[in-house]
């Protein structure tokens, strides 16, 4: 499990890892951080949670986010 940032402007949410399920209306954007659990293709399945505290979990390509350490790159 690691923690990773967007690195697109829109980056959207699949109920599912393909084209196929996308979630309408479910994104983050460019700076975004989520928490990663599982890699599947070309998808990771992440957890974000909104600033009004909210948990939004799913899938998203693994191209539109990047690895971050909280603790800096040691």
């Known amino acids: 499990n690691s923690y990773v940032v967007a690195n697109m402007t829109k980056v959207l949410f699949y109920s599912a890892p393909t084209e196929?399920?996308?979630?309408?209306?479910?994104?983050?954007?460019?700076?975004?951080?989520?928490?990663?659990y599982k890699i599947y293709k070309d998808f990771t399945y992440v957890n974000y949670i909104t600033v009004k505290g909210?948990?939004?979990?799913?899938?998203?390509?693994?191209?539109?986010?990047?690895?971050y350490s909280p603790l800096g790159n040691k």
Do not use: R, T
């Not at 909210?54 to 690895?67: P, Q, R």
């Open 20 to 36: 196929l399920c996308k979630k309408d209306g479910v994104f983050v954007i460019l700076g975004d951080y989520l928490y990663a």
């Open 54 to 67: 909210d948990s939004i979990s799913g899938w998203v390509k693994s191209a539109e986010i990047k690895n």
